[in-house]
């Protein structure tokens, strides 16, 4: 029993700035404290709705940590697999219960924990309204022949829209970033273009600009990223009055910019890894039933890479399959360090 209030696991999590998902223990220490908890989270054991929704975050849960964070001799004890009621699995990560499983529960409930936080209340109910007013943006703009891929008048290699990203692929999102359930997710909706130079990258950023396809006043600064062009030498060659011909053909046989001049703020992207990553948002429009708009504003990520970058994306360190990797790694560290 925790006799001093001042030393409450969630008291020092929120005065030091921690996620909770990284405290080694919580404090409820009867069946009416925990359902006190789980009152205040939000969910009540005498709502049907609300123990029918546990028990389905705690079977993804349990799908997710073997699925994705065990190894092929590591198994999830029986009890852990047989018990549904969570107000067990709290007293068992508080201490009051099989010692053997605590840790057990304790990284189960993380993982719920992380789940309710992985969806979008506007993604979930208005999903195909959002991708279509977003999409039909670039899709005016996009040409695909035969053996070739513009947008506009710019030579592509590929471009993707991608519709859909996963809740799994947002738990493990959240699962390893250090703010957790208080991250925002802004990826949703992707666009990615290949060109064939990095040059073209600036020519479709211009684009974008110049046909009002995107608002840059609507972009996250601080989602900015940029690991491919280096600006300042643009700016540079400018000054020395060199054309933008002239600049193409010289960029083609400079190195990519080094992590000191372009940091990267996904701990686990590889240095070999370039690419120019923006957020946007745009405002959405729903038409109600009563005639009436409901307007929101959602974000969208658009990615940019020439098509050496993207080939090193399939192969080596920088590939996604060793991303995924290293993000796995981590999440199990966090979620299962007793292993």
Known sequence: MNNNPWRSTSVRCALEGRSFIDAKRIHIHSKQEALEYLSCYGFDLND????????????????????????????????????????WYLLNASGDGDKTLMPWSA???????????????????????????????????????????FFGKIKLVDVKLRAVKSRRSVAMKLLHKTENVAADIFDWIGIRFITKYRSDVLDVFAYLREKHIITYANVKPSRSRNTLIDLNWVNQ????????DEIRKEMQSMEYPSFNKAPVQNQFSEASYHSIQITCRQRIKIKQPDGKKFCFYFPFEIQMMDHYSFIKTREGLASHSEYKKRQREAVRNRVLPFL
């Open 48 to 87: 049907p709705m609300d123990v029918k929704e546990l028990e389905e975050l705690r079977i993804e849960a349990l799908e997710l940590i073997q699925d994705e964070l065990l190894q092929e001799n590591e198994f999830i004890p029986q009890a852990i697999m047989d018990v549904k009621d969570i107000s």
């Open 107 to 149: 990284a189960l409930l993380r993982v719920i924990h992380t789940l309710t936080h992985s969806y979008s209340h506007l993604n979930d109910i208005y999903h195909d309204a959002i991708r279509e007013q977003i999409f039909s943006r670039f899709e005016n703009h996009i040409v695909r022949q035969k053996d070739a891929c």
């Open 237 to 244: 060659c400018f000054d020395r009055k060199m054309s933008i």
